[in-house]
């Protein structure tokens, strides 16, 4: 899972961003509303963390302008300001949830996880691939009927192949679904290691994960 955070307090920006990515989520930080929109555009993200006052523009004229492009990105509001009118104005723009500073990093991580169950269960139901099936809300997965043991980048990147069925995936495409920019020591090459261990808890079944040489990997289910 993939969170952008968009937070001009460094600190606080980065104190988030430690305790999500021991939780298994990948997260991105801008400091004002021109970084999120760059990067916005070149990254999906799985839900955003939206602090109200920027130094650029007020972080509800971002929101408001991502909800007028059909962007539908969870948005999770964050900010010192606590009246009625702020939070139905926010939810009224399109926020998904508000949270005000100061606030408990656990209640943060406990709405992230509602926002992105609430929105993987609109989007679909469990995904089948023969005996393969994936849940999205979950990050589970059974094989045959039996639970398969995965971490939380394992489950990500089987998410990502069986949503892309029939497609070759290149390394920077799942590369990017599983990994922060600023995760500078982890290159390319990870992503044949997480390949290679999901293909080891797939042995012996008809679901293999083929290499496409030079350009990626895609999922299927054996002829």
Avoid: H
Avoid at 56 to 67: F, I, Y
Avoid at 121 to 129: E, F, H, N, R, V
């Amino acid at each position: 899972m993939r969170i952008l955070i968009v937070e001009d307090a460094g600190d606080v920006a980065e104190v988030v961003a430690i305790r999500l990515g021991k939780t298994g989520m990948a997260c991105d930080l801008a400091e004002s509303c021109a970084e999120a929109e760059d990067c916005l555009a070149v990254q999906r993200y799985d839900a955003v963390v939206l602090d109200i006052n920027l130094p650029d523009r007020n972080g509800t004229e971002l929101l408001r302008d991502m909800r007028a492009r059909g962007d539908r990105t969870p948005v999770l509001m964050l900010t010192a300001l606590f009246s009625v009118d702020d939070r139905v104005s926010a939810l009224d723009l399109g926020a998904d949830d508000y949270l005000v500073k100061p606030f408990d990093q656990r209640e943060l991580e406990a709405r992230l996880r509602a926002l992105m169950r609430r929105e993987a269960d609109q989007k679909s139901d469990a995904i089948t691939l023969g005996p393969l099936v994936f849940s999205p809300a979950t990050l589970g997965a059974t094989l045959n009927g039996v639970t398969l043991d995965l971490t939380r980048r394992e489950a990500t990147l089987l998410g990502l192949l069986l949503r892309n069925q029939g497609k070759v995936l290149n390394k920077k495409r799942l590369y990017d679904g599983l990994f922060a920019f600023d995760d500078a020591d982890v290159g390319l090459n990870a992503i044949e290691l997480y390949i290679a261990r999901l293909r080891k808890k797939l042995a012996g079944s008809s679901v293999t994960i083929e290499t496409q040489r030079g350009l990626g990997y895609r999922i299927l289910l054996d002829a």
